[in-house]
């Protein structure tokens, strides 16, 4: 095993991206040692350049969505071993990001690749299944607080037994995005029927296939969505994901909602709340204290539930060059130039 390796770095606040050399990281309690095979890139890597925000460590080593090989297991540490393939969502920190060729792994936030997932399709999951995971199960106010289906007891809650008309809708703006597809897949695992999308049309089959029931335009007007909405379902809308979270996405999704409802978004709000419509800003990570404990439980379910078939990865594209492709594929993110595929890296790749 090398003693150094190549890392990508931000090199300050508003900077410029660089691969230099660093040390490997060495291995602490609870922790694996992981040589990074493929990393996702995502729109928040370029808005942290662009906008300065989120960091205030410089030079800063970015990249979230991981996959690799354990190379070596850190003390307390029990079901992995060296040569395990396993994916996990990083951190901005040197010795736990993924813009680089190793990295540490908290392992009671890990999980191994079942044999017929790639390592490319493993590292489209983390960030986007955990925005989508927070959002909907974490209590409020960071949460919809939704009873999570990853136990056989709670999976198919809000499924409706009692005739074909289900009392319990949900509507996923964005479901193309990467948080949008696996928002579906949740939704259609908790038993939320109809699961009803917006999106453009040309990924209507693959949404369906994820769980959505309906695809509708995601160019619509608002009063156009909602009579559409209003022919498919006459329950009322109590919750709501918006995975694009734009002005004019926020305030339509917001008055779709019914009252007593929550509407769930990934970025701040831009609407002005009213009493009795409750807004969610879900904050994708499983490190904060009040979000740990739902992420040890769902990571203690992901493999099972990859290898049923029950949560399927993202469609993927690999970016050429290794890290050296990077910079290129944030620009993509940034000129709204990818649409359903993630974009992945192979760090091992880098020259």
């Known amino acids: 095993m090398p003693q150094t390796q190549k890392a990508l770095f931000l090199e300050s606040k508003f900077g410029e991206f660089k691969i230099r050399e660093r040390d490997l990281p060495i291995v602490t309690s609870g922790h694996l040692l992981v040589r990074i095979e493929a990393v996702g890139l995502n729109p928040v890597d370029w808005k942290v350049q662009k906008y300065g925000i989120l960091l205030e460590d410089y030079p800063a080593i970015i990249g ?6 354990v190379v070596d297991v850190g003390e307390g540490v029990s079901g992995f071993a060296a040569g395990d393939r396993v994916f996990f969502q990083g951190a901005w920190e040197h010795d736990k990001a993924g813009f680089q060729q190793y990295t540490l792994a908290d392992a009671t936030l890990a999980a191994k690749i079942p044999s017929k997932v790639s390592f490319d399709e493993a590292a489209s999951i983390p960030v986007a299944l955990a925005a989508a995971t927070v959002g909907l199960y974490l209590p409020p106010p960071h949460g919809a607080g939704r009873v999570a289906p990853f136990e ?9 037994s009692r005739g074909p008309i289900s009392r319990n809708p949900i ?13 579906i897949q949740l939704a259609k695992l ?19 296939s994820l769980g959505a029931t309906h695809v509708l335009n995601r160019d619509l ?21 918006d995975a694009v979270s734009l002005p004019d996405t926020q305030q339509s999704a917001y008055s779709l909602l019914a009252d007593g409802g929550d509407l769930v978004l990934v970025l701040r709000e831009v609407i002005e709340p009213v009493e009795g419509k409750r807004i969610i800003n879900a904050f994708g990570v499983f490190t904060l204290p009040h979000s740990r404990e739902l992420g040890v439980q769902l990571y203690g379910k992901l493999t099972e539930l990859l290898e049923e078939g029950s949560i399927k990865a993202n469609r993927v594209e690999v970016i050429p ?10 620009e993509r993110l940034k000129s ?16």
């Open 321 to 330: 060059d290794g890290l050296n492709g990077v910079v290129a594929g944030l």
């Open 336 to 351: 709204d130039q990818v649409s359903g595929t993630k974009l992945i890296a192979h760090p091992q790749e880098t020259q």
């Open 152 to 160: 056989d007891s709670t999976r198919g809650q809000y499924a409706e």
């Open 221 to 241: 007007p608002h009063k156009e969505l909602a009579s559409e909405v209003s022919t498919i379902t006459s329950t009322p809308i109590k919750l709501v994901y």
């Open 171 to 183: 509507i996923i703006f964005g479901g193309a995005t990467s948080v949008g597809q696996y928002a």
């Open 190 to 208: 908790s038993g939320f029927s109809p699961i009803i999308t917006t999106a453009s049309l040309k990924h209507n089959e693959y949404l369906k």
């Open 64 to 69: 979230t969505d991981i996959s690799g090989l």
